[in-house]
C-alpha cells in the first residue's frame, strides 16, 4: 500500500476536475475514467459522476480496480463553512430500536445520510433478547442519548491500539467537525452517599458498575446491560444485580432483577451489578435521589452531534495495527484539518461491485479524499447511503446494500440543509 504524500492532492485535483462541472444543466456529470497515484494495494481511483445536492453538498461515485475485483463507492461531502449545512444524528425513536437509513434520512429531513456505528444485533445470552442499541455514544441536536459500553462489549472489527468505543465522529458547538473521544460524568446522591454512574442508556455496563436509563432508552428489556463483562461479550450474565425506579427524585420501587418497558419523561430507572447492586440496594421506597449525567469530550468546543466510530485516521495518517488483509463491505465518516469539509462514504453492497476494502485501505482512500481524521462506522449489510436529488420528494439508498434491502439499523450520519 502506497503511503506517499502526494496521494492527496492528485485525488483532490481529480474531484475538483469533477465538481466543476456540477453546475452542467443536466445535473449529474459524467467524468472521464482519469487514474490518479491514489491507492488501494496500488489501485487506481476513478470518479465517476458528481452531483449536487445542495449549496455545499455533492454527492458521487468511484470505482476501483483491485486484485481482489471492482469496488464501487459512494461519496458525500459536505461543506460545513456553508451557514445553512450541518451534520446531526440519524436515529429512531428510542435508542433501543432500528430503522433504515432512507426512512430516518426522510423523517429527520436530511438531504443524504449513510449508516453509523455498529450495534447490539445479535445474542448468545440464552433468553436475552438483542437491544438494536449501538456500542458507542450518541449525542443528537445537543442532547445526549447514551454512552458507550466497554470494549469487550462492542461489536465490529477489532479496535486500532490507543483507541475505545468512547471514540467519536461529532461536530461541535462552533460548526467544525472532529474526531474526539467522549467519557461520562454522572452522579446519584441521596442521604445514603454518591454512588459514580459507569451507564446511560447503553446495553452493557462495566462489572460493579451502576447505570441510569431514561425514556430516551425505549422499552427494550434492561438485563442485557448486566451481560458479559468487562474482558467478553459472551461472559454469563451477572446474578448479583438491582434495580430502583425513581420518578421527580423519589425512589418508587426497587428489584432485584432489571426489568423492561417504556420509562416515563419524569422517570430515572438505576441498574447496578456486582458492586453496582450492593450500593444501590441501600435505597429504599421514599429515598430523595438526584441522578446527574452528561457526556464529556476531550476536545473543545461542546459537541452537539457526535456517533461511535473507530478511529482510522488522525493528523493525516493511518493509524498502527489497522487490519490489512479483511475485506468487506465499508462505510466511513472523515472530516478535513481544518474541520469544515467532511466526507462520508459508502461501499457497494453486491456483487459485481463488492470487493470491498480492508479496514488499512480504507483508511488510505480517506486521506486521498481529503481526510485528516477519519472513522471506520459499521459495514457489511449495515452500509447504506440515501440520498434525495433536487426535485425528489424523498431519498432513497443507492449502495445496493448487501442483504438485498437495506437492514434497519441503530443510528446513522445526517446531512442537513437550513437547520441551523
Known amino acids: 500500500m502506497r503511503s506517499s504524500k502526494l496521494v492527496r492532492p492528485s485525488l483532490a485535483l481529480l474531484l475538483a ?32 459522476s458528481t452531483e449536487q445536492l445542495a449549496p455545499g453538498v455533492t454527492y458521487g461515485s468511484f470505482q476501483v480496480n483491485t486484485a481482489r475485483g471492482v469496488t464501487v463507492g459512494y461519496l458525500l ?32 429531513g436530511a438531504v443524504a445520510g449513510v449508516n453509523g456505528d455498529f450495534f447490539n444485533i445479535s445474542e448468545t445470552h440464552a433468553g436475552v433478547a438483542p437491544t438494536n442499541s449501538a456500542s458507542g ?13 466497554p470494549n469487550s462489549q462492542r461489536f465490529g472489527p477489532g479496535l486500532a491500539p490507543g483507541t475505545s468505543t468512547r471514540d467519536v465522529f461529532g461536530v461541535g458547538v462552533n460548526g467544525k467537525a472532529r474526531v474526539d473521544t467522549l467519557s461520562l460524568a454522572g452522579e446519584v446522591r441521596s442521604d445514603k452517599g454518591t454512588i459514580a454512574l459507569g451507564g446511560l442508556n447503553q446495553y452493557a455496563l462495566p462489572v460493579g458498575g451502576v447505570g441510569v436509563f431514561t425514556a430516551d432508552w425505549g422499552t427494550a428489556s434492561r438485563v442485557r446491560s448486566t451481560c458479559g463483562s468487562d474482558t467478553s461479550r459472551n461472559d454469563p450474565c451477572s446474578t448479583h444485580t438491582y434495580e430502583v425506579t425513581v420518578r421527580d427524585g423519589v425512589v418508587t420501587s426497587v428489584s432485584q432483577t432489571p426489568g423492561a ?20 440496594d441501600d435505597l429504599v421506597v421514599g429515598d430523595r435521589v438526584k441522578v446527574d449525567e452528561k457526556l464529556v469530550s476531550v476536545g473543545k468546543p461542546k459537541l452537539t452531534f457526535a456517533v461511535g466510530g473507530a478511529p482510522i485516521l488522525r493528523d493525516g495518517q493511518p493509524l498502527a495495527g489497522l487490519d490489512t488483509k479483511t475485506a468487506a463491505v465499508r ?36 486521506r486521498s479524499l481529503g481526510s485528516d481524521a477519519a472513522v471506520n462506522l459499521d459495514g457489511g449489510g449495515s ?20 442483504d438485498g434491502t437495506e437492514r434497519a439499523v441503530a443510528n446513522g450520519i445526517g446531512i442537513f440543509v437550513g437547520r441551523r
Open 137 to 149: 455514544p450518541e449525542i443528537a441536536d445537543g442532547e445526549a442519548l447514551k454512552f458507550a459500553v
Open 331 to 366: 462505510s466511513a465518516a472523515g472530516v478535513s484539518a481544518d474541520g469544515q469539509t467532511v466526507y462520508l462514504v459508502a461501499l457497494a453492497g453486491r456483487a459485481p461491485a463488492s470487493a470491498g476494502f480492508t479496514i488499512a485501505e480504507l483508511a488510505e482512500l480517506m
Open 77 to 108: 461531502t459536505a461543506d460545513l463553512r456553508r451557514n445553512k449545512v450541518s451534520l446531526d444524528l440519524l436515529h429512531p425513536d428510542a435508542v433501543a430500536q432500528r430503522q433504515v437509513v432512507s426512512a430516518m434520512t426522510n423523517a429527520q
Open 383 to 402: 452500509t447504506t447511503v440515501a440520498v434525495r436529488e433536487p426535485g425528489q420528494a424523498a431519498a432513497t439508498a443507492r449502495n445496493n446494500p448487501s
Open 261 to 280: 418497558g417504556a420509562i416515563p419523561s419524569d422517570t430515572q430507572v438505576l441498574v447496578g451489578r456486582e458492586a453496582g447492586a450492593d450500593a444501590l
Open 17 to 48: 476536475a469533477g465538481l466543476s462541472t456540477l453546475a452542467a444543466p443536466t445535473g449529474i456529470a459524467q467524468a472521464a475514467p482519469v487514474a490518479t497515484s491514489a491507492s488501494t494495494a496500488d489501485a487506481p481511483i476513478t470518479v465517476t
